[in-house]
């Protein structure tokens, strides 16, 4: 992409934030985060649990997460995609496999988000068939859509109305991840 382009992008990007509805501020987030941190401590800290985040959305989910975890776990990741930068969710790209054994572990699976929840159930069945002993999922937001999910997540952040959301990891047309709070695309 030229300069000129890339100038463009930049406005354009700064332009859909500027536009976008505040639905988390930071401070909510954080106490979301924490709250999480606490029930996921009491339900796996004592079962040395492998964490399988699943990238790029859980970036910042997993690296606000983790600090506040004071138990022993292990670390791998996934990366699975089915919307890139679009706006539907379309066909699994699994671009990495867990590369460590998940075979008898307790397995926790963290995203950024559960939408209509075929991306998790997709990575909890493959981690069940390579022989995890359990597996939990937390996503830092639910979406509160108008149709049955496939798998309810045993731990969630925020419920999130059903608008395109993005910031805490989640990517607007690409961009944005890197807010720490949480905004609804405008007219979406
Ligand atoms: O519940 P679902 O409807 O399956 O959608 C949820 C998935 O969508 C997003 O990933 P995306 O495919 O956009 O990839 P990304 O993590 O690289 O943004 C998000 O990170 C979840 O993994
Ligand atoms: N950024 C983002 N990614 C998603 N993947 C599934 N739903 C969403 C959403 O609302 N926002």
Redesign the pocket.
Known sequence: MNHTDLNQKRLDTEAMLAEADLLFDQATCQTALETMAAAITAELGGSYPLLLPVMG?AVVFTGKLLPLLRFPLDFDYVHVSR?GDKLE?GNFHWSRAPQSSVEGRDVLILD??L?EGHTMAAIKQHVLDLGAKSCHTAVFAN?LINKPKPLVADFVGLDVPN????GYG???AGAWRNLDAIYALAGH
């Open positions: 959305g919307y969710g950024d988000i939408d979406k608008r395109y959301v993005f989640m990517d607007a």
